[in-house]
């Protein structure tokens, strides 16, 4: 009795113990992520829900937000200016698969052991470090049809002068080319880093088999850097989405409404029209848009590696 | 016959970077020689890039335009901060996500991730009213716990972590290790490639920050050197040749840490394609 | 591993170095005098000018310290709200004429006519207290104007025997300033006549000049799509139709000034205020200004700055005192001498100085003292920020030809009516 009794107790203060330990474990995840979220709830979550309640009302950043219900959203949908920034902004994400497999290849090449490649790497990488005041400056005057060095050139090739910057079709043509030049630094710094996880014996057990260079790219590397490419491809995508200021420096949204993306319709709503509440529901709805494609990206590259 | 071959695959390469990057610098050639000309010589017809008569002192005149060792202290200040918070706890909370399974973890996740497709521009003022609470306003904090919520270290740090095998983990776990020695003694080391990465990104990030150094640091002697250049814009006319200079003196500390950095970027060089 | 442990250790070092000095940098103790007042003026763009003056002031009142902020423009209005938002609004603020309406209706600011004597008050120009006045109330006080101007090539007009007009009541019609710039144009054998910079403020003066307005009179409604507003804008479009305008220099891609600067651009529309920059880059050539071209009136657009203050600041004493000693009328006089800016007293027009610019400014100032009332209603008002995005892409269509003027006003008219004005 007493016997079976000690066992019981045993096996109840093992049961607490290993309680504990159950617990600690499901803690440990959180005590982990704790100041992540501290600084997250303080300045991402409230903030964002403030957004949210602000985008039904009628607020015009000082003084009191006036509760207008769902009237926001409605004349959001109903203005044509609001759809041409959406399609711009589609247009010129269109892009970002581009981006990523220039960003890949350099990256794959500046992977190697080649003479001057500090050099070559700082050179593809520096135009993520301008600021965009210069690069607006840099990319107005490259275009610009009297001293411009693009128009210079073709004159000295004896080429058709051009005017890319007052042509509707052409200046997202030109948004595009800059936002590659500017934003592929960083693509390509994450490229390389994704490059050092692939263990150099995986390469080498594949030379023993014969496999060329183009071999190896495609049944090494690309497969082995899937988590790189899918980081890479949503940042890009969202920051595609998000762009705002290199426009803003170098078309100003025009000609016309032709380079006018989201963020600077939501940007000339908040602070040229002082209409808050309006904006932030515009940004809810770009919010949305850009969610659904981020998941779809991912279901992609899922259903991909099944 | 192979021989020839390789030496023709290496000259293709070594031209096609040659190009590249002359392409990729030539915006800077300008930049760099507009900060040495005089203003009225930068937007000349037909464009010349050299300067008729050099002048340094530009970069003097723009240096002494305000308290520029200043705004580079206060730059720098920042900048480090926001990295070495940013690497702490984007990581910490991306090996968390890559390996862990706990309640709420992908809703958690798809949280953060949202959270970068917000525009700034709606939630900039509730942020605002949120340092004035705290008490933070213009002071560095308010500029750094801003830019430290970002998800995108902690997405990066996920993606880089969930690579790592779980083996290695588990084996520490079985001879007693914390959960938190495992991540900082054998988890972070292996990730080395990915913090370079997110640190030079982040401090890149946040030494070309404008928009929040704008409008939480009131005092001039807060300024940040991103904030200090718009300075040079004046009502009817920039100061082109003074902005360009001040800008490319702004530059020289985050290219240098990418010199310095980029060679913890080779372990793993594949010795593929053009033998060295 | 080492190395990078060595570059961490490095960056560490750095860093703490740097702590350090920011600290050290940081602790400057304020003297406790009994009545030491410390002031926060924003300030929008860098003007040097603005800031001497201040420390002038601060020299001569020795109690009061003023922390000078300066905001480029373009972020401006982000900082600025958000500072209000915050409960943080400075003392006083340095602000362009079309948003002072803007904090006056929320009633944010400091009233300053019972700090004015009537011939003060009188001293004022009426078109630049349009937009600080209310009723009885003064919500500022206008510091400088200044305006959209015409300046020309002097050399290049001699070349070509073209005659610039002599007064403002003989001034060209549109035709005949069409017909000038061709001249000149053909005479030199340019690639342009006249051009005006990327800013649609430079477009509004031809819209007004036809009578026309961006809001109807009381402001409450659209005004673009009218059969006044459309022929502006029609007869704009005239200049780059016949090849006579810089469409790139409109759409932004080419700066006019600098066109202007070399030589290469007979006459130019853009603010008056780059008179100065003209004065000190033109070397070549001889430039002036000259008076716009009118149709149904003479017309130009203003611009300029107010100084206003937020009735909520602890120092209504020592702010009143800095603002009247910055418009008053020598330092005014003095400040628009050195800018080559317009005073806005009638006392500081007579007294301001110019020296070699001072025919110029007589032409400029000419103008600025004869706009139309409806013209200076229609842009002194914090409408204008909303509408000008819409204008200038509406424009830019019409003069790439892909537009008609009629669809132009039309969702000119439609943007201002269901955001700009939506109250």
Known sequence: MDAVKSIKLQDKSEKTIARKIKWKKRLIPFGFLSPVLVIFSLFMFIPVVFALYMSFHQWGMIGNPEFVGIENYVRLLQDPLFWISVKNTIIFSLSVPFKVGIALFIAVLLNQKIKGLAFFRAAFFFPVVLSMVVVGLIWQWMFSPSYGFVNFMLEKLGLPLQSMLIDSKQAMIVLIIVSIWKGLGSNLLLFLAGLQSIPRSVYEAAEIDGANSWQKFWHITVPLLKPTTLFVLIITLIGSFKIFDLAYVITGGGPGTSTMVLVHYIYQEAFQRFNMGYASAAAYVFFIILFILTLIQMRMFKSDAS | MKKKSAFLTRATLYTFLTLGSIGMLLPFAWMFFSAIKPNSEIFTSPPTLLPSNPNWGNFIDAWTSGDYTQYFINTAVISVLTTIITLFICSLAGYTFAKYEFFGKKTLFLFFLGTMMIPMQVIMIPIFLMMAKLGLLNSYWSVILPLAANAYGVFLMRQFMSTIPTELMEAARIDGCSDFRIFWQIVLPLTKPALVTLGILTFLGAWNEFLWPLIMLDSPDMMTLQVALTQFQGQYEVKWNLLMAASALSMIPIALIFIVFQRFLVEGIATSGVKG | ?423
């Open chain 3, 1 to 423: 591993m080492n190395k990078f442990k060595m570059s961490l250790f490095l960056v560490f070092v750095l860093l703490s170095a740097v702590i350090v000095s920011a600290c050290s940098n940081g602790e400057e103790t304020t003297k406790s005098g009994d009545e030491e007042v410390e002031l926060r003026f924003i300030v929008n763009n860098d003007i040097p000018e603005l800031v001497e003056q201040v420390e002038q002031f601060e020299a001569e009142n020795e109690n009061i310290k003023v922390n000078i902020e300066t905001i480029p423009l373009d972020q401006f209005f982000e900082k600025v709200e958000t500072m209000i938002a915050g409960n943080r609004a400075p003392d006083l603020l340095y602000t362009p004429v079309l948003a002072t309406k803007r904090y006056a209706n929320l009633d944010l600011l400091l009233d300053l006519a019972p700090n004015l004597s009537e011939d003060e008050k009188k001293d004022f120009l009426p078109s630049t207290m349009v937009s600080v006045q209310n009723g009885e109330k003064i919500y500022g006080l206008p510091h400088f104007t200044d305006e959209i101007s015409l300046f020309y090539n002097k050399d290049l007009f001699e070349k070509a025997g073209v005659e610039v007009p002599p007064s403002l009541d003989n001034t060209w019609n549109w035709e005949e300033f069409l017909n000038a710039a061709e001249k000149v144009k053909e005479a030199n054998g340019l690639k342009y006549g006249v051009s005006t910079g990327n800013d649609v403020s430079q477009f509004l003066p031809f819209l007004y000049q036809n009578n026309g307005s961006v809001l109807n009179q009381d402001q409450t409604a659209a005004g673009i799509n009218t059969p006044a507003s459309i022929e502006a804008i029609e007869w704009f479009k005239t200049w780059f139709d016949r090849g006579l305008a810089s469409k790139e220099a409109f759409i932004g891609s080419e700066k006019a000034d600098e066109l202007f600067k070399q030589g290469k651009l007979p006459m130019i529309i853009t603010f008056s205020g780059l008179i100065n920059t003209f004065n000190n880059d033109i070397k070549d050539f001889e430039f002036g200004a000259t008076y716009l071209p009118k149709q149904e009136v003479t017309a130009t657009k203003l611009g300029g700055s107010n100084i206003v203050a937020f009735k909520n600041t602890k120092h209504s004493e020592a702010v009143v005192k800095l603002m009247k000693y910055l418009t008053s009328t020598e330092k005014m006089s003095e400040f628009s001498a050195a800018r080559g800016v317009i005073p806005t007293r009638a006392s500081a027009q007579e007294a301001v100085d110019y020296g070699s610019i001072a025919e110029d400014m007589k032409i400029i100032i000419d103008e600025v003292n004869n706009v139309p009332t409806f013209a200076v209603a229609d842009f002194s008002i914090p409408e204008y920020l909303g509408y000008k995005a819409v204008l200038t892409s509406e424009l830019q269509s019409v003069i790439l030809g892909e537009k008609s003027p009629e669809e132009a006003a039309k969702e000119m008219e439609r943007q201002i009516n269901t955001s700009v004005l939506k109250k």
